[in-house]
């Protein structure tokens, strides 16, 4: 998803954008994407989320609301763009580009400031996912401990098993259980945003100015609940199509990303982006500091 994001900015850069396939291009960035998010419910276990407990899901919550906070408070003293700020937030604390691609449309972002936010999440997740397999034989956590810690703070569902693995296949198992109790908050964060903005257009008299209900954000509630409840039941789907469907989130993902790629001019977002890419740095930084305390001492 990285390289057909950064690959496909550099193709713009250098060729311009291919007017011919503007299409393909939109449909990619716009219906292909929602797919994928649609598809993304199906790795949310919402049983095992409710069967270890609120305890999981309010330290989900509390790790939304710190990356947000964090994010758009340090994005305000640098004078950073506030618009990109608050997707790069929503990103750290919920799912990464997922997360940014659900709340796009709903915020009304420009194409290219969901393709950089996105691109930017992934260079900066990658980049903690590596530091913490690094520094994992450094740290005095025990496995569940390390793998909490990973699912609690790092931004994509896939960088949680990348650092995760470092402390063997307890870490993954508790990093991906605390990590999707963070990406089950997308549907009410989303819905929460949505009420924002339409008191905003209202405060404002935005004559036309609509929020457009998210339904794929329904579809991926429908999934999850379908992923969570199905099995054992008539309605299980054979493990073969289970696991291509399970699959086929990064695929689209990946095709999504080379649509908003095209859509990126550089020139115009040079001076723009690196103010918002340190407030989420920061804010990444101090989210897992504040996490690494929490889970060292408390959990």
């Given at each position: 998803m990285a390289l057909a994001l950064t690959?496909?900015?550099?193709v713009r850069q250098f060729l311009g954008y291919p007017e011919r396939l503007r299409a393909g291009i939109q449909f990619a960035s716009k219906h292909l994407l929602r797919l994928a998010i649609v598809?993304?419910?199906?790795?949310?276990?919402i049983s095992l989320l409710l069967h270890q407990g609120p305890a999981l899901l309010l330290q989900g919550a509390v790790t939304v609301i710190l990356a947000v906070g964090l994010t758009l408070g340090i994005a305000r003293l640098l004078k950073a763009d506030a618009p990109l700020s608050l997707l790069l937030g929503i990103g750290t604390g919920i799912c990464g580009a997922a997360a940014i691609a659900a709340v796009s449309p709903i915020v009304k972002a420009r194409d290219e400031d969901t393709a950089v936010s996105a691109g930017l999440i992934a260079l900066i997740?990658?980049?903690?996912?590596?530091?913490?397999?690094?520094?994992?034989?450094?740290?005095?956590l025990t496995a569940g401990q390390y793998g909490v810690w990973s699912g609690l703070t790092l931004h994509e569902i896939a960088h949680v098993p990348l650092a995760a693995a470092a402390a063997g296949q307890d870490a993954v198992n508790a990093g991906l259980l605390a990590k999707l109790s963070r990406v089950?908050?997308?549907?009410?964060?989303?819905?929460?945003?949505?009420l924002i903005m339409k008191r905003r257009n209202k405060g404002n008299n935005a004559s036309g100015a609509t929020i457009a209900f998210p339904w794929f954000l329904l579809g991926f509630a429908a999934m999850?609940?379908?992923?969570s409840l199905s099995p054992g039941t008539p309605l299980e789907l054979p493990a073969h199509v289970t696991d291509q469907l399970l699959n086929a989130p990064s695929f689209?993902?990946?095709?999504?990303?080379?649509?908003?790629?095209?859509?990126?001019?550089?020139?115009?977002?040079?001076?723009?982006?690196?103010?918002p890419l340190?407030?989420?740095?920061?804010?990444t930084v101090l989210l897992s500091a504040a996490t690494y305390l929490l889970v060292h001492y408390v959990y």
């Open positions: 690959g496909t900015i550099i598809l993304c419910g199906l790795r949310l276990n997740g990658t980049a903690a996912a590596i530091g913490y397999t690094v520094l994992q034989p450094l740290l005095p089950l908050l997308l549907v009410p964060v989303s819905f929460i945003l949505m999850s609940l379908f992923g689209l993902l990946a095709m999504a990303m080379v649509g908003l790629g095209l859509n990126v001019d550089l020139r115009a977002l040079k001076d723009k982006a690196l103010r340190a407030a989420m740095t920061a804010a």
